[in-house]
């Protein structure tokens, strides 16, 4: 009678390919979080501009802003590095700014450069072009979020290196 079965070396054999294709695939869906939390935080900062620059398209102003002889100058948004956070202000013709919401970036992305843009009235377009990036905060390998504003409006999203 002959006695079928695996030898030691290719129990040993199979298990150190399973070993690597486990720690392999383990080390990708780490750069895929990665690579997720960096989409997400740039698709929401493209929703809220794309909002900002809908309520100066349409002249919406929020009623503790203005008063009723003012008009809407526009929206603007300003981004800071430091604090990693950005802000919506409605901006009024007699000057005054109030503040609409603040926004806080998830603590594993990073915005890497200061920025002030404003989304005027009553068309949303903004008053200059610019190039907004947010980065992984602690691994640069991964692609980063490029929003780019352009002076008629335009509001694109792009999975690319930082420009600078």
């Not at 720690?23 to 990665?34: R, S």
């Not at 794309?50 to 203005?66: E, F, L």
């Not at 002030?116 to 692609?143: K, M, R, V, W």
Request: proline share 2%; charged share 15%.
């Amino acid at each position: 009678m002959k006695l079928t079965g695996f030898t030691l070396i290719e129990l040993i054999i199979v298990i150190g390919i399973m070993s690597i294709l486990t720690w392999q695939g383990l080390a990708n869906y780490g750069d895929f979080i990665k690579k997720q939390v960096v989409q997400e935080e740039g698709k929401d900062f493209v929703s809220i501009l794309r909002k900002a620059q809908s309520d100066a398209n349409t002249g919406y102003k929020p009623s503790t802003t203005c008063g009723a002889s003012d008009s809407l100058v526009g929206y603007r948004v300003v981004g800071t590095v430091s604090a990693n956070t950005y802000q919506i202000s409605a901006v009024c013709s007699d000057g005054v700014e109030t503040v609409q919401n603040n926004y806080i970036l998830d603590a594993r992305v990073a915005l890497s450069s200061n920025f002030d843009l404003t989304f005027l009235s009553p068309y949303g377009n903004s008053n200059g072009s610019y190039t907004i990036c947010i980065a992984h905060a602690q691994d640069s390998s991964i692609e980063n979020s490029v929003i780019s504003v352009t002076a008629g409006g335009g509001i694109e999203l792009a999975a690319a290196a930082c420009p600078y």
